[in-house]
Protein backbone atom coordinates (compact mmCIF):
# COMPACT_ATOMS: atom_id res chain seq x y z
CA UNK A 1 0.00 0.00 0.00
CA UNK A 2 1.13 3.57 -1.21
CA UNK A 3 0.07 7.06 0.64
CA UNK A 4 -0.87 8.12 -2.94
CA UNK A 5 -1.63 4.51 -4.34
CA UNK A 6 -5.43 4.78 -5.32
CA UNK A 7 -8.22 5.92 -3.15
CA UNK A 8 -6.31 5.27 0.43
CA UNK A 9 -6.85 8.30 1.77
CA UNK A 10 -10.57 8.11 1.32
CA UNK A 11 -10.76 4.94 3.17
CA UNK A 12 -9.21 6.48 6.40
CA UNK A 13 -9.67 9.20 8.84
CA UNK A 14 -6.99 11.64 9.01
CA UNK A 15 -5.46 12.19 12.39
CA UNK A 16 -6.19 15.29 13.63
CA UNK A 17 -4.83 17.21 16.36
CA UNK A 18 -6.39 20.22 17.36
CA UNK A 19 -4.47 23.25 19.12
CA UNK A 20 -6.58 25.84 20.70
CA UNK A 21 -7.29 29.33 20.80
CA UNK A 22 -4.42 31.32 22.28
CA UNK A 23 -2.07 29.15 21.42
CA UNK A 24 1.77 30.97 20.95
CA UNK A 25 3.10 30.41 18.17
CA UNK A 26 6.45 31.84 16.28
CA UNK A 27 7.64 32.52 12.79
CA UNK A 28 10.12 34.13 10.47
CA UNK A 29 9.55 35.94 7.55
CA UNK A 30 10.99 38.49 5.04
CA UNK A 31 9.69 41.56 4.65
CA UNK A 32 11.81 42.42 1.23
CA UNK A 33 13.29 40.31 -1.45
CA UNK A 34 11.43 38.20 -3.92
CA UNK A 35 8.87 36.88 -1.64
CA UNK A 36 8.50 39.60 1.20
CA UNK A 37 5.26 38.36 3.33
CA UNK A 38 2.87 40.15 5.92
CA UNK A 39 3.70 38.56 9.47
CA UNK A 40 0.25 37.14 8.91
CA UNK A 41 -0.09 36.39 5.24
CA UNK A 42 0.38 33.27 3.43
CA UNK A 43 3.21 32.34 0.30
CA UNK A 44 0.46 31.63 -2.04
CA UNK A 45 2.85 30.89 -4.88
CA UNK A 46 4.35 27.49 -4.86
CA UNK A 47 5.07 25.02 -4.90
CA UNK A 48 8.55 25.82 -3.80
CA UNK A 49 11.33 23.35 -3.97
CA UNK A 50 13.18 24.08 -0.96
CA UNK A 51 9.60 23.59 1.01
CA UNK A 52 8.45 20.78 2.49
CA UNK A 53 4.84 20.80 2.64
CA UNK A 54 3.49 22.81 0.59
CA UNK A 55 -0.26 22.27 -0.51
CA UNK A 56 -0.50 23.75 -4.18
CA UNK A 57 -0.83 22.20 -7.18
CA UNK A 58 1.91 21.76 -10.11
CA UNK A 59 3.44 23.49 -11.53
CA UNK A 60 4.77 26.83 -9.75
CA UNK A 61 2.83 29.58 -9.97
CA UNK A 62 0.29 31.67 -7.87
CA UNK A 63 -2.39 30.09 -6.50
CA UNK A 64 -4.48 32.65 -3.97
CA UNK A 65 -6.05 32.03 -2.00
CA UNK A 66 -4.17 28.51 -1.49
CA UNK A 67 -0.96 29.30 0.51
CA UNK A 68 1.39 28.26 3.34
CA UNK A 69 3.10 29.23 6.26
CA UNK A 70 5.66 27.71 8.55
CA UNK A 71 5.82 28.37 12.22
CA UNK A 72 7.61 27.01 14.98
CA UNK A 73 6.43 26.74 18.47
CA UNK A 74 10.10 28.78 19.48
CA UNK A 75 12.62 30.69 18.21
CA UNK A 76 15.29 28.09 18.46
CA UNK A 77 13.26 25.83 15.75
CA UNK A 78 12.16 28.73 13.63
CA UNK A 79 15.78 29.79 12.87
CA UNK A 80 17.11 25.98 12.70
CA UNK A 81 14.44 25.73 9.84
CA UNK A 82 15.12 28.92 8.35
CA UNK A 83 18.14 28.80 7.62
CA UNK A 84 18.78 25.45 7.61
CA UNK A 85 20.48 25.36 4.07
CA UNK A 86 22.99 27.64 4.43
CA UNK A 87 23.81 26.91 8.66
CA UNK A 88 23.99 31.02 8.79
CA UNK A 89 21.58 33.39 10.56
CA UNK A 90 21.57 35.81 7.99
CA UNK A 91 19.65 38.49 9.95
CA UNK A 92 20.15 41.37 7.20
CA UNK A 93 19.27 39.65 3.70
CA UNK A 94 15.89 40.21 2.45
CA UNK A 95 14.89 41.83 6.11
CA UNK A 96 13.89 38.88 8.32
CA UNK A 97 11.45 39.92 11.22
CA UNK A 98 10.49 37.48 13.85
CA UNK A 99 6.62 37.61 14.91
CA UNK A 100 4.90 36.05 17.98
CA UNK A 101 1.54 35.23 18.26
CA UNK A 102 -1.22 34.30 20.19
CA UNK A 103 -3.74 31.95 17.63
CA UNK A 104 -7.33 33.39 16.90
CA UNK A 105 -9.46 30.46 16.70
CA UNK A 106 -8.70 26.52 17.18
CA UNK A 107 -6.81 24.96 14.49
CA UNK A 108 -6.88 21.61 12.91
CA UNK A 109 -3.95 19.99 11.95
CA UNK A 110 -3.02 16.73 10.43
CA UNK A 111 -0.95 14.91 12.40
CA UNK A 112 1.77 12.86 11.49
CA UNK A 113 3.60 11.92 14.17
CA UNK A 114 1.60 8.92 14.92
CA UNK A 115 1.29 5.76 13.73
CA UNK A 116 -1.06 6.94 11.25
CA UNK A 117 1.55 7.26 9.05
CA UNK A 118 2.57 3.81 8.61
CA UNK A 119 -0.96 2.38 8.52
CA UNK A 120 -1.44 4.39 4.69
CA UNK A 121 1.85 3.42 3.51
CA UNK A 122 4.58 6.15 4.91
CA UNK A 123 7.25 6.42 7.23
CA UNK A 124 8.70 9.03 9.78
CA UNK A 125 11.68 8.94 7.50
CA UNK A 126 10.02 9.67 4.64
CA UNK A 127 8.64 12.30 6.06
CA UNK A 128 11.73 13.73 7.25
CA UNK A 129 13.21 12.82 3.40
CA UNK A 130 12.49 14.06 -0.10
CA UNK A 131 10.83 17.41 0.05
CA UNK A 132 9.59 16.42 -3.85
CA UNK A 133 7.66 13.40 -1.71
CA UNK A 134 6.18 15.39 1.34
CA UNK A 135 5.20 18.09 -0.97
CA UNK A 136 3.19 15.40 -3.23
CA UNK A 137 1.86 13.97 0.34
CA UNK A 138 0.65 17.92 1.20
CA UNK A 139 -1.19 18.11 -2.19
CA UNK A 140 -2.77 15.11 -1.60
CA UNK A 141 -3.81 15.79 2.20
CA UNK A 142 -5.46 19.13 1.53
CA UNK A 143 -7.29 17.48 -1.54
CA UNK A 144 -9.11 14.67 0.63
CA UNK A 145 -9.22 17.07 3.53
CA UNK A 146 -9.85 20.47 2.59
CA UNK A 147 -11.29 21.60 5.82
CA UNK A 148 -7.66 21.25 7.75
CA UNK A 149 -5.78 23.87 8.36
CA UNK A 150 -2.82 22.46 7.59
CA UNK A 151 -0.28 19.91 9.26
CA UNK A 152 2.04 19.24 11.83
CA UNK A 153 4.96 17.10 12.19
CA UNK A 154 8.50 16.44 13.08
CA UNK A 155 11.23 18.89 12.51
CA UNK A 156 13.18 17.88 9.83
CA UNK A 157 16.01 19.80 11.18
CA UNK A 158 15.87 20.02 15.00
CA UNK A 159 14.80 16.56 16.79
CA UNK A 160 12.32 16.52 18.93
CA UNK A 161 10.64 20.14 17.69
CA UNK A 162 7.84 20.21 15.51
CA UNK A 163 6.82 22.53 12.88
CA UNK A 164 3.83 23.46 11.33
CA UNK A 165 2.60 24.39 7.51
CA UNK A 166 -0.41 26.10 8.21
CA UNK A 167 -2.88 26.66 4.90
CA UNK A 168 -4.84 29.56 5.63
CA UNK A 169 -5.45 32.50 7.42
CA UNK A 170 -8.10 31.98 10.14
CA UNK A 171 -5.67 31.30 12.99
CA UNK A 172 -4.00 35.24 12.82
CA UNK A 173 -4.47 37.47 15.06
CA UNK A 174 -4.89 41.15 14.54
CA UNK A 175 -2.07 42.22 15.65
CA UNK A 176 0.61 40.27 17.01
CA UNK A 177 2.59 39.69 20.60
CA UNK A 178 5.55 40.49 19.10
CA UNK A 179 7.02 41.95 15.58
CA UNK A 180 11.18 42.18 15.61
CA UNK A 181 13.90 42.27 12.58
CA UNK A 182 15.88 39.86 13.02
CA UNK A 183 18.87 42.44 13.14
CA UNK A 184 17.57 44.27 16.01
CA UNK A 185 20.50 44.45 19.24
CA UNK A 186 17.79 43.36 21.23
CA UNK A 187 17.33 40.15 19.82
CA UNK A 188 21.58 39.68 19.20
CA UNK A 189 22.90 37.96 21.84
CA UNK A 190 19.66 35.20 21.64
CA UNK A 191 20.14 34.93 18.11
CA UNK A 192 23.87 34.36 18.34
CA UNK A 193 23.48 31.66 21.43
CA UNK A 194 20.98 29.89 20.02
CA UNK A 195 22.90 29.69 16.56
CA UNK A 196 26.01 28.89 18.46
CA UNK A 197 24.23 25.80 19.91
CA UNK A 198 22.92 24.52 16.66
CA UNK A 199 26.23 24.89 15.15
CA UNK A 200 25.18 27.65 12.96
CA UNK A 201 27.15 30.62 11.92
CA UNK A 202 25.64 34.24 12.32
CA UNK A 203 25.99 37.75 11.46
CA UNK A 204 23.73 38.98 14.42
Known amino acids: M ?17 IPAGTRFWRIH ?6 PMAWDGLRTYGPMSNARWDP ?3 PISEHAPLGAAYLGFDLVTCLAE ?3 DGRFVDVENNRPYICVFETNAE ?8 EWLVKIGGTSA ?7 ITR ?12 LDGIIAGSAVVPSREIVSIWNTKIFPPSPVLAEALNSPALSSDITA ?8 TNA
Open 2 to 18: SILAGNVLAKVDPPVRY
Open 30 to 35: ATSGTY
Open 56 to 58: HPE
Open 82 to 84: VFQ
Open 107 to 114: TMLLDLST
Open 126 to 132: MALGSKT
Open 136 to 147: QWARAFHTQWPN
Open 194 to 201: IAASLGFT
